[in-house]
């Protein structure tokens, strides 16, 4: 299986920050990552996938970049409205796998 | 406009079973593959199962494997998760997703959740 590892688990941050959430995969995924919202456990929702393809509907602040084993969730400017968990996930292949989660808490 | 209903949670005994079902509208529905995520309470998202578009092809997690069964009703627009021999770690919200591409893709479009209690 595809072991997702994101750090850190929590951050801190203020709103006008630029935030960045990293997430590494147990072996080669190539760009099959995607990035979800969730805001205290309501649905979670689909911000990034293909490792950099913005989900429609999804401000241009957030971003991802990487492939292979490293990838990273950027924030350019954080809004009261991102205070939220953040998950990683491949897609590569089954199990389909998922980062253990990123909180990001108003300083 | 892409709906997923998720239905069926319930509080059970263990060792217990439940039937979820996922009842889906607004895409073509026979062309995407379909999963079950859940998260129990205070915890991240596991996936649990998948199904793919034509139904040949399905996939567990290590956790349920062997317990529950996925399997969809293209003719209906559903896919349901036979969830038996249920045990305490099995509590969660228990969501569907969809694939955004066919049998490949992250997961687009999620339903709202049901809860699987597993208490006695």
């Known amino acids: 299986d595809i072991q997702m590892t994101q750090s850190p688990s929590s951050l801190s941050a203020s709103v006008g920050d630029r935030v960045t959430i990293t997430c590494r995969a147990s072996?080669?995924?190539?760009?099959?990552l995607a990035w979800y919202q969730q805001k205290a456990e309501k649905v979670p929702k689909s911000l990034i996938y293909?490792?950099?393809s913005l989900q429609s509907g999804v401000p241009s602040r957030f971003s991802g970049s990487g492939s292979g084993t490293d990838f990273t969730l950027t924030i350019s400017s954080l809004q009261p409205e991102d205070f939220a968990t953040y998950y990683c996930q491949q897609y590569k292949r089954y199990p389909l796998t998922f980062g253990g989660g990123t909180k990001v808490e108003i300083k | 406009e892409v709906q997923l209903l998720e239905s069926g949670g319930d509080l059970v005994q263990p060792g217990g079973s439940l039937r979820l079902s996922c009842a889906a509208s607004g895409f073509t529905f026979s062309s995407d593959a379909v999963s079950w995520v859940r998260q129990a309470p205070g915890k991240g998202l596991e996936w649990v199962s998948g199904?793919?578009?034509?139904?040949?092809?399905?996939y567990y997690a290590d956790s349920v494997k062997g317990r529950f069964t996925i399997s969809r009703d293209n003719s209906k627009n559903t896919v349901h998760l036979q969830m038996n021999s249920l045990r305490a770690e099995d509590t969660a919200v228990y969501y569907c997703?969809?694939?955004?591409?066919?049998?490949?893709?992250?997961?687009?479009?999620w339903g709202q959740g049901t809860l699987v209690t597993v208490s006695s």
């Open positions: 072996q080669d995924i190539s760009s099959w």
């Open positions: 199904i793919g578009s034509s139904d040949s092809s399905t």
């Open positions: 997703a969809k694939r955004r591409v066919g049998n490949s893709g992250n997961f687009d479009y």
């Open positions: 293909e490792a950099s």
